[in-house]
T-cell receptor, first 111, second 114 residues
């Protein structure tokens, strides 16, 4: 069974701080997607990484796919209250019809 | 706005009621999904449809009955639910039913079973 463990599970920080969220598995994935979910809404796709070692930047968010394509990290620089939400990683594999979602990291950024 | 809409947004139903959840996608995608999201649990895949045909039933109890009349619409018919079925039910779509493709989610239906 493929599992994706995210850490930390919860994170409360002050505005302006930096943080890193980790997504780890013992399985290899063809792609790794990151989503953010705000209260009362569905998850919204942030980024997809597909190449081992790939780094993608989205403003203050930096996403990295591990060299072995088993893990990923999300780093947020100078967090803002608008970054508050549930962050989900999801691993995908070609020729299967499902994404495997991680356990989630709930981030709260206080002004 | 992700291009995937769900109705109703909130639903309260008794254990003997019958209700339906509706999902519509305006993205021209061929695959649609139902997920269940409960507190303290990872997102659980329930059903997958590809070109209206069900390709995955993730051991979901028969009190949940999906229907996909066309590639743009997906329903989840509910009957004789249990209180533990209370959760956020999310619909998603993707270009193809391939785990490598990005999924686009609707806002969900918050279901409470009393």
């Amino acid at each position: 069974t493929q599992l994706l463990e995210q850490s930390p599970q919860f994170l409360s920080i002050q505005e302006g701080e930096n943080l890193t969220v980790y997504c780890n598995s013992s399985s290899v994935f063809s792609s790794l997607q990151w989503y953010r979910q705000e209260p009362g809404e569905g998850p919204v796709l942030l980024v997809t990484v597909v190449t081992g070692g790939e780094v993608k930047k989205l403003k203050r968010l930096t996403f990295q796919f591990g060299d072995a394509r088993k893990d990923s990290s999300l780093h947020i620089t100078a967090a803002q209250p608008g970054d508050t939400g549930l962050y989900l990683c999801a691993g995908g594999s070609y020729n299967t019809d499902k994404l495997i979602f991680g356990t989630g990291t709930r981030l709260q950024v206080f002004p | 706005e992700t291009g995937v809409t769900q109705t109703p947004r909130h639903l309260v139903m008794g254990m003997t009621n019958k209700k339906s959840l509706k999902c519509e996608q305006h993205l021209g995608h061929n695959a649609m999904y139902w997920y269940k999201q409960s507190a303290k649990k990872p997102l659980e895949l329930m059903f997958v449809y590809n070109f209206k045909e069900q390709t995955e039933n993730n051991s979901v109890p028969s009190r949940f009955s999906p229907e996909c009349p066309n590639s743009s619409h997906l329903f989840l018919h509910l009957h004789t639910l249990q209180p533990e079925d209370s959760a956020l039910y999310l619909c998603a779509s993707s270009q193809r039913p391939d785990g490598a493709y990005e999924q686009y989610f609707g806002p969900g239906t918050r279901l409470t079973v009393t």
